[in-house]
Every structure is written in C-alpha cells, then in structure tokens.
C-alpha cells in the first residue's frame, strides 16, 4: 500500500522509509466473497499494489536473444499469464509492463520464462472483465524476483478438464461462476470448430462448440496462432469449420460477450480428428426478395474425399423446418426455396454430409446465427437492413449492395474546433424506433464520392455494399450518393435506460436493435470518470441513471468534454469530466467496441444540464499565488471546509488519502479558472483517523493532515 503515502511523504519533504508491499496470493486478487459469486465484481484488491507469486504460464518474448517478439498480444507491452502453483481455484492471473522501454528494461521481466515460479509487484487493475496486475517499474528492489528457477521440476500445469456447458447457465446465458477458472489452463476434449477467420487483425480467430449451443472463442493472442506475418508459423491457419478436434488447451479470458480461451504453445491446438465437408460462398440469386419469389441458393462446397449429399434447411416466420435438395456443378451447389407470401422472414442453414459419413453445417450455431431474408412488397429502408433477430448480429443483405434513404445524424463538420481525435463516422437513420440507423464509411468508396463531406440533417440516398466492422454494421464501397435536400429535422433520440445497454452482451437484440440509432440517458450521475481504470485510459467513462452503469465514449465525438485522456485536452474552453457530476440528459449514438455497446455524444449540445458537484464553489476575489488553507474544523465530524487559490487557469487536483496512502476520495479533478475555492468534504461513509489531502496545481503541490474523530 506504499506508493500513495510514499508520494505524500516525499511531497512534505519527509525522507523516504523502507516498507514492503503486502505479499498476497492469487487467489486473495481473483476471489470474490460468497455474496457476489455468480456475478463478475472487480477484485477486491483493485487499485491495490501487492506483491503476488505464480508459476509463469508463457513467458513475456519468444527468446530473449534472437527472437525479442513478445507472444502474448499486448501491442507494445510485455505480457504473461501466471497460475497458482498449487492448482487452486481462482488462480489465474494476467501480468502485464506497460512501460517496456529505457529503463523500464531493468524490470528484467523480459527474462522470465515459462514454469519458473516468479514473485511480482505491481497494482491490481482491470481491463475488459478480466483481472491483471500491472507490473510497477521503478521500485526498489526490482518488481520481479525469480523464487524457482528449478524448471525440470516445475512442469506446466496439468490443464483443468472442462465442458464448454461448463461456461453457460442452463438457460443458456454467460455462467459467472465460471470465474473461478479465469486465466486458469485449462482444456476442452472432443470439441467441433467454427466460425475460423484467416486473415486481418483477428486472423487465426475461430470458434469451438460442443453441439449442444454452447460454445467458446478461440483468441489469437499468441503469436503462435496468429496468421499471416503476425504469426510465428509460417502459413498457420486455424482449423476448418466444422472440423472434430481431439482437444484445445489454453488460458481462460473473460469479455462481456462470453468467454475467450487462449492457445498459448503450439500442441495447445489438437489434431483434426474428423475434416468434414467445408461448406463457403453461400449467396442468394435475389438481394431484394419479393413476394412468392422462390429463391435459388447457391454454395461452395468441398471435401477431402467426395460430397454425397447436400440440403437446405429453412423455415417461415419461425415455423416447422423443411429441407430442399441441392444439386452441384463443379462443386457449386444449388437449391430452390419455394416462394412465400408478403411480410415474412425466411431463415435457412446448409447441412452437407460427405461419403466417411463426416457432417458439416454452416452456420454452426443455428440457433443464433442462421442466414436470413425478408420478403417484402415495398423498397428496403434502414430497418429491414439492420434487423438481426436471432442475436448473430448480422444484416439479411450482409455482403449484397443496396439502396437506402436517411437523414443524416452525426457528420464531422466543425472537428477543426476539436482537441484531440474525432471519429470520421457519419451516421444516417430513417424514422424512429429500433433498428432504425446505420454507419455510411468511407472504405472502399468511388473516389468521386466524399461522405465526409455530408451535414446534419441531410437527406442522402446512399448505394453500397452491407458489410460489418468489428460487430458494427456499416454501408461501405459506396458507388452512389444523392443528397435529396438539407437542413432536415432529426429523429428524435430514444429515451433508453442505463442498464438495458451497459448489461448487454455482443449481439443481444435488446441492445442490437439501438446500434448507430440515436439514443438519450437521463438523469446522470458520473460513477466513474475512466471507466478502464488507471494506467489505461482510452476517454471511456460510466455514468449511471440509477438502473445501472454504461459505457460512454468521448474520443469520437465532434464536442469539448473529456476526461484527460491524452494529457494534452487541458486548454481553455475545453471541459474535463468529473466523477460524481450530473448529467440532466445526455445523447448520442449508440456503438460497439471492445466487447462493450457504448454512447457516443456528438455534440456539446448533446450534454444537458452536465453539472459539477456542488461540494466545490468559487469564491470572490483573484488571487496573487497558489494557496492551501488548513481544513475547518480540524478535528471534524462528519464534514470539512477547505479553501485554496489558484492565480493561473489549469488543471486541479484535490483529494483525500488515509494513513496507508490509499485514495479515499477525489474532491477535485479538472481545469479551473484561476480564483480563490471552497471545497467541502464529507466524511461520513469513512472511519475515525488521520487523513492527508493533496492538491496539485501545474507545479504547486501540497500536503496538509487532517482528523476524524466520531
């Protein structure tokens, strides 16, 4: 708990003590009291700096020497997983060095390697739903202390036998009970693959099911199952969809759309017991279905061996399935979907057996994931192209071109007022209600054609190919734009509650059907102002309505508030966020990222009523020098009066620590005008004792003590 009370001491000019961090165990980091299981709280050390021992799961560079690329993903930053070396339960745990340059080297964490037993020091975080200890860089001694380095005798764990209906509840929702296992090896048997992405970012991604509807992703965070030049096998590829695997080992990882395992070490992924038929290229002959228009589907569909049957299973508005035989010319099949009448939804899958009797069926999650299409007797609007109902999240005319009418909602137009990054996404809806909006990019666009250029409120017909980026449907290769008038009026934003978005897991249509639709949150209170907790920060805070926390994003909006993300948003006329402000209405569009749906605000004007809590006035007068007074009363019970003096506009820090040095409240956090303060603290959720306040002002730094006495 040294490094807050350590910051304090140095700052009164108090010379520096020895005192060492608490040694904990893994498990005091990853258990969660008996009340709370069966939820996903943060650890109960978060925010902590610990020293914790672990047997190393992978090690940090694929050789110190010759081979200095790191295997586990963390962009620059060195990674490792580390187990309880007794096999415990809540025993796994994430180990990451953000800073991996200068003399940040002298860490040596770069040396570890796998089945060493390792004590390190660093501070209990959380990133995405997942647990990991930051490792400090500069301590004394050195945050990574080698306790065995008797390998021969330290194998890798055993891996825990599970079944994937081990990470779901029997009404089929994410099972947090399986926390317990969090970054934990562990191993599936017998498991059937799906979903295998061969190229990009996520290249070596896939997934394994058990047939039964519950499944697992398959992450390419090591380097040894990536594809392409980010992987360390040449011409690595991830198993065939609807290949049988004889097992897959790897780390438990935690999102909020299910859980993610990762293969560490090659031999993590199994042999190929069974290659069935691989089943591509699935396309409809109409894009815009029609009333009882029979439909033509079309398939690419190989095999080691030989195909020896084929068929289309679908079915109408929900109802029986029926199957329809398909025929083949050089390994393109073909099958009829009989025509049906107006208004309805087909929804269809493509089994394909070979002559070994091996099984194929693309998709292979139908449950979910069916392919679909509308038949209607009218022309498509944005609704009918969003609309995802089975929870796959994506579009009947995903990967086919259309034409679509809206009005422009959010245009970049006036970003050059703007400090820091805006997102380029342009954003047009039809109408009102769900599924109602849509993202028009750029990529791939005719060079004639700039919808950069489009404003708000303009009414725009758009051509281009439906496709998705990152779980976000979008309209992109744009080859014609109209812009039918201007200065429209815009939908009216959908007034939706907090925890219907911010409890949502990728693809639920409870928040699916809002995607890119403008939306409001009412009633606000900033819960946390960096909702990824420190040293990250990617200008995410959480606000809440009293039902529940949910994301808002601030880096892609065209407006002045921010939450200090960069460092540099702190100039006059920008406004920095604050915990515990209020909000009377804030709106934006609705987005998904990094496994969370999120707001994203446009506008300033789309922040209603944001106000500061009312513990902190500015009082008359302009004063001549940085001033911090001494609380009154001292001693207090339950509330204090503190006062200071800022004579140049800047960014102000006030906060509270107690004995130990850890933070217990934050009274000021954001840029003022130069003028003299009154700052109220209430202690009343706090206990008897001694307790410092600090403020930071560009290079004033003070430290004054206090008393509760109760």
Do not use: C
Not at 20 to 31: A, H, M, N, R, S
Not at 46 to 68: A, E, F, M, S, Y
Not at 232 to 238: C, F, L, S, T
Not at 516 to 528: G, H, Q
Request: aromatic residues 10%; negative net charge; charged residues 15%.
């Amino acid at each position: 708990m040294r490094t807050k009370f350590l910051f304090l001491i140095l700052m009164l000019g108090i010379t520096s003590f020895a005192q060492e961090y608490p040694l904990v165990t893994i498990q005091d980091i990853q258990l969660v009291p008996d009340s709370l299981q069966g939820a996903d709280p943060p650890s109960p050390l978060l925010g902590d700096t610990v020293r914790v021992q672990g047997l190393v799961l992978v090690r940090p560079v694929i050789d110190p020497d010759t081979n200095r690329r790191v295997i586990i993903s963390a962009g620059a930053r060195w990674s490792i997983y580390i187990q309880d070396p007794n096999g415990g339960l809540w025993g796994g745990l994430n180990v990451i060095q953000h800073d991996t340059v200068g003399a940040a080297q002298g860490t040596f964490f770069d040396l570890v390697d796998t089945v060493q037993i390792v004590e390190f020091t660093g501070k209990v975080s959380e990133f995405n739903t997942s647990t990991q200890l930051d490792l400090i860089t500069a301590p004394q001694p050195l945050p990574v202390d080698i306790i065995d380095d008797n390998q021969d005798n330290n194998p890798r764990p055993v891996p825990i036998e599970l079944e994937l209906s081990d990470l779901f509840t029997p009404g089929g929702g994410y099972n947090f009970e399986a926390e317990k296992y969090e970054e934990m090896y562990v191993i599936f048997r017998n498991v059937i693959t799906s979903d295998r992405v061969t190229t990009g970012g996520s290249g070596g991604n896939f997934k394994i099911n058990d047939g039964q509807g519950h499944f697992a992703f398959i992450y390419n965070q090591s380097r040894y199952f990536k594809t392409g030049s980010a992987g360390e096998i040449p011409g690595y590829q991830p198993p065939l969809d609807g290949s049988f695997l004889s097992y897959l080992r790897g780390i438990v990882t935690t999102r909020t759309d299910g859980y993610w395992i990762v293969p560490v070490y090659p031999g993590d992924v199994g042999e190929v017991l069974v290659a069935p038929p691989l089943i591509s290229n699935i396309r409809r002959n109409i894009v815009e279905v029609g009333p009882n228009e029979s439909v033509e589907i079309s398939a690419l569909i190989k095999d080691d061996v030989s195909v020896s049957d084929a068929k289309i299973f679908y079915s109408v508005n929900g109802g029986p399935r029926d199957s329809a035989a398909m025929t083949t010319l050089d390994s393109i099949y073909t099958g009829q979907i009989p025509g049906v009448p107006d208004s309805a939804l087909v929804d269809f899958y493509i089994k394909s057996t070979d002559n070994l009797g091996n099984v194929a069926i693309n998709p292979s999650d139908t449950l979910r994931s069916n392919y679909f299409y509308l038949v209607l007797n009218r022309p498509i609007k944005i609704s009918d192209v969003q609309y995802s109902p089975f929870g796959g999240g994506f579009s009947s005319f995903h990967n086919y071109r259309i034409s679509i009418t809206g009005v422009v909602t959010a245009d970049t137009v006036g970003s050059v007022n703007r400090t820091g990054a805006v997102a380029n996404r342009i954003i047009m809806q039809d109408g009102e209600g769900p599924w109602s909006a849509i993202w028009l990019s750029a990529l791939f666009s005719s060079a004639s054609i700039d919808v950069y250029d489009l404003n708000l409120g303009d009414n725009v017909t758009v051509r281009g190919l439906i496709a998705e980026d990152f779980n976000v449907t979008r309209i992109d290769s744009i080859t014609d734009l109209t812009v039918n008038s201007s200065n429209n009026p815009v939908p009216e934003a959908e007034i939706l509650l907090s925890v219907t978005i911010g409890s949502a897991v990728n693809n639920e249509v409870v928040a699916e059907q809002w995607e890119s639709v403008l939306a409001s949150f009412e009633n606000l209170t900033i819960t946390d102002v960096n909702a990824d907790g420190p040293p990250s920060n990617f200008g995410e805070l959480f606000v809440n309505d009293g039902s529940g926390n949910v994301r808002v994003e601030l880096q892609d909006g065209n407006h002045f508030y921010h939450n200090n993300w960069d460092g540099v948003n702190l100039i006059p006329g920008n406004i920095e966020i604050v915990d515990s402000a209020t909000i009377n209405k804030l709106t934006g569009y609705l987005y998904f990222s990094f496994s969370f749906y999120k707001l994203v605000p446009r506008y300033n004007s789309d922040f209603e009523g944001y106000q500061e809590p009312l513990s902190v006035k500015q009082e008359p007068g302009y004063p001549d020098e940085y001033y911090l007074s001494q609380n009154y009363p001292n001693p207090f019970n339950p509330s204090t009066t503190i006062f200071y003096s800022i004579p140049r506009a800047g960014n102000v820090v006030l906060k509270i620590y107690n004995i130990l040095g850890q933070e217990a409240a934050t009274l000021v956090n954001q840029f003022q005008p130069a003028g003299n303060y009154k700052a109220t603290f209430d202690a009343t959720s706090l206990t008897s004792g001694v307790y410092f306040y600090s403020i930071r002002a560009e290079n004033f730094v003070q430290v004054k003590k206090m008393i509760l006495v109760k």
